[in-house]
């Protein structure tokens, strides 16, 4: 994500003004900085101009000749583009100036004409992809002069931050975030700065809300709104703006948006899109004049239901697609993008200004369906702060009043199927230490998750109540990612380098993961480099085709690890590295039995060789790896997987008769037998042409041994499905005999329980008042759950009642009070 920095202390003033301090801490918190920008270096020396006057070429049908002030005096510049007009500002770069491409303006005679000087559009200037024309300037409030540096007319006199954010964080794609994770103390508010122009804020003056459900309200706001399907919709807010002026924005909000990258369009659209890179939420407004029926419907699309979006392409829509309709049809796809028709034009008076929250998933679907990637998309199917959706709305039309005017009318609409309310996480610091290796009091705690905004609700002991911000609720659902917002904000690198006292597990490795790690060491001690290929291979080194290829050239699984292998080599060789010894242990795949059964997969071990068999050294001649070296690596790991195997006999390389090796794709010189006789491996020299391999490449050796697979385990425990209907649970107090074992009544449950009861145990023991002597009271509970439906209460009183009487039978046990 692009940041602003002055952006970030605008927001955060204690910040500091080091843009390499900034990048440290981001990095420090587990999001690393790709690059720092100092904008507009290469726009040194341009300035903004104001063309007096414009008239024909005399000589050249498609050239004019103007006179611009440059802030040095009027010289005349001779301009091909079509939309240079007398009274308007543009970038100039004067004689001497150069342009970000490296190009130096001289003064030139252009058809007859003296030409001192350039007027620029966005592609020369690198600002932008628009070289129909110059790039016009527009000073709503007066500030240019002739002369302004154009670092300072664009605003880029700032540092642009690349933050690489991971997917997990949809928080961080604001500047609000990207501040608040920069903090180091605080309580992870912010005070919006404030908007220029506007004296009273709509945000300030507590503004009315009408507060409905999912079923519209006629007649108390100018919209009404209705969820239709609110699971993926669950709120959506409205408000109408009128009498806006929509123009060009002003440029104080033209600068905040070029300083991230983005293209101002016009101030409705540009306040949307701060408010969007201000506070991760993203809004939509509509031509409200456009808005058919007075009301909004938020439903799922009909099946070949049809809507051009803003790009301008026709789009069909399916039932498995949310739009945000009015009374004929869809006015956009929600989440996504709006709608040609409704669009915000320059002849727009009254806005409808949207502010949503949609379920992650389904927008997701529909970005994918659509082939529509959008920055609302983008967050949308990350997660927005369901708590803040109020604080952007306001925002926005604070902004569109300060900067297109118009007043808002009657009361802002909130619709909502269910309204969120900040989670409860439990903390226990003990739980912190056994995670983190360190202990940290509660009070250091609750100070290093307070600048991130978590705040502790309550406190009993060593558990912590920590209240989740609704921007986190997102990824902060258990007590281990608490755990993990310690340590970030604790810092990685302040963690001791010693180990604690600590216990080994007592479960050993798998039998196959072992002899896997002895073929590492051995082939690491002959001299080998292990390497890693895909398994997706083209048609002549695969047999298994795959359903959903990555790759359309290399839709196969591997059938052996040595030819992928040989790409690698061949890679090797054509950068110079002539002396190359790698090898793979993985996973190859065969046809699989019949229609319907799975692949059969089998665990090899690979290698190719090509160069010198010992490292250059001048007291020896050099000598090239040949057919001995390749059969001591191949007996070497014979002796390995032989031994793992239990081979009474040690397992053999042997020649391959010449017809066998013939047989085969790559000829094996070798084969190795295991005590059995059976073949177990094969290396030989790759045949010539086989590998695309430079012209001085010598010989390339290879082999290939299959792994046996593991021991049969002892009994593996059955695999059960998780319950989808609910339990009912019975608890039982039972009065029983004190020398009576508790486990006897329990049997006795479990025998006459019936197949619907899942689990039964004692929660809780009494003896005392209100016993009779020489018992005791059990309190047992029993929880019936069945597989394929929900247990309707007769037939679990059915199933306790015959529990029941058969404890009284067997061991004189009753009901306490019954």
Known sequence: MNVSLRWLRDLAPGLPEDPEEIARRLTARG????????????????VVARVQEVSEH?????????????????????????????????????????????????????????????????????LGEDAGGLMALHDPDGSFRPGLPL???????????????????????????????????????????????????????????????????????????????????????????????????????????????????????????????????????????????????????????????????????????????????????AGVMGGEDSEVTAETRDLLLECALFEPGPIRATRKALGLSTDASYRFERGVDPLGLRTALLRAVDVILAVAGGEVDGPLVDAAAHRAVPATVPLRTSRVEALLGISIPAPDVEALLAPLGFRVAEREDDVLQVSVPGYRSWDVTREVDLIEEVARVHGYDRFPDTRRAWRPGTVPDDPLTRLEDQVRDTLVRLGLLEARTAAFVPRSQGEVEVANPVNMEERWLRSALAPPLGRRLAWNLARGNRDVRLFEVGTVFRPAPAPGDRPPEATHVAGILHGRAEPEHWSRPDRTLDAWDLKGIMEELSLVVGAFDGATNPWRVAPVPEDEARARGWPPLYSVLDDAGGTRGVGGVVPPGALDLPRWAGSVWWFEMSLPPAPEPGRVPPVRMPPTHPA??????????????????????????????????????????????????????????????????????????????????AYDVHIRGG
């Open 31 to 46: 999001f690393p900085v790709e690059g720092v920008e100092r904008l507009g270096a290469e726009l040194d020396g341009l």
């Open 58 to 126: 005399p000589d050249a049908d498609r050239l004019k000749v103007c006179s611009v002030d440059g802030g040095e005096g009027v010289v005349q510049v001779v301009c091909g583009a079509p939309n240079v007009e007398a009274g308007g500002w543009y970038p100039f770069a004067p004689v001497g100036a150069v342009l970000p491409g490296g190009m130096e303006i001289g003064e030139v005679r252009l058809r007859g004409q003296e030409s001192r000087g350039m007027l620029c559009s966005e592609v020369e200037l690198g």
């Open 151 to 333: 670092r300072r007319a664009l605003g880029l006199q700032d540092v642009r931050l690349d933050v690489e954010v991971t997917s997990n964080r949809p928080d961080l794609l604001s500047h609000v975030g990207l501040a608040r994770e920069c903090m180091e103390e605080g309580d992870g508010t912010f005070a919006l700065p404030p908007v220029p122009g506007l004296d009273a804020p709509v945000s300030q003056a507590g503004p009315e809300w009408l507060e409905t459900g999912p079923e519209p309200v006629e007649g108390k706001a100018p919209v009404a709104v209705q969820l239709e399907d609110p699971d993926r919709c669950p709120r959506y807010l409205a408000g109408v703006i009128r009498g806006v002026t929509v123009g060009p924005s002003p440029a104080w909000l033209q600068q905040r948006l070029r300083a991230v990258g983005a293209r101002p369009v016009n101030n409705v659209v540009d306040a949307t899109n701060l408010v969007l890179l201000e506070l991760g939420q993203p809004l939509h407004a509509f031509d409200l004049a456009r808005v058919r029926g007075g009301a909004v419907r938020v439903r799922r699309a009909t099946d070949g239901e049809t809507l051009r979006t803003l790009d301008g392409v026709d789009r069909t829509l399916d039932p498995d697609m949310l739009a945000i309709c009015d009374a004929r049809g869809p006015m956009a796809v």
């Open 728 to 809: 009912v649970e019975r608890d039982l107090a039972l009065v029983v005999a004190r020398d009576r074992a508790a486990s006897d009544v329990l049997d006795a449950v479990r025998d006459r329980g019936g197949p619907h009861l899942q689990e039964v145990g004692v929660f809780d023991v009494y003896q005392g008042e209100g016993i009779p002597e020489g018992t005791r009271s059990l309190a047992v509970r029993l929880r019936f759950q069945a597989p394929d439906r929900t247990l309707v209460d007769a037939e679990v009183d059915q199933a306790v009642t015959r529990v029941v009487n058969h404890l009284q039978e």
